[in-house]
């Protein structure tokens, strides 16, 4: 079993940052990789970020790249998604999970292939 806990999210304006944290616990051991998704009211779950459990690769959804980056932060112990110019189409409950199984890579964005996840965090960003 894999915790994890998500921390950071809150109100921001539009042009806004803000950083979320997930922190990861428990039989991380053959984790392959963490991804960051979100959901807003209404809409299916959307896959935002990944990050290799090794932190050497990084995949971006494209309505994010260039403003979103995701790393590992080892001061912490936490993998986090900086945000930056903030949108109100990135209003949504932000989660993580963990990948634990090898798949193709055409399935990394797929929400189902992570199998632990967290409980998420919200964001707002006001226009």
């Known amino acids: 079993q894999v915790q994890l806990v998500e921390s950071g999210g809150g109100l921001v304006q539009t042009g806004g940052s803000l950083r979320l944290s997930c922190a990861a616990s428990?039989?991380?051991?053959?984790?392959?990789?963490l991804g960051w998704f979100r959901q807003a009211p209404g809409k299916q779950r959307e896959f935002v970020a990944r990050?290799?459990?090794?932190?050497?690769?990084?995949y971006y959804a494209d309505s994010v790249k260039g403003r979103f980056t995701i790393f590992r932060n080892n001061a912490k112990n936490t993998i986090d998604l900086q945000m930056t110019s903030l949108k109100p189409e990135d209003t949504a409950v932000y989660y993580c999970?963990?990948?634990?199984?090898?798949?193709?890579?055409?399935?990394?964005?797929?929400?189902?292939?992570?199998?632990?996840w967290g409980q998420g965090t919200q964001v707002n960003v006001s226009s």
């Open positions: 428990g039989r991380t051991f053959s984790t392959k990789a």
């Open positions: 999970a963990t990948q634990e199984r090898l798949v193709p890579s055409t399935l990394v964005t797929d929400p189902t292939v992570y199998d632990y």
């Open positions: 990050i290799t459990w090794s932190g050497g690769n990084t």
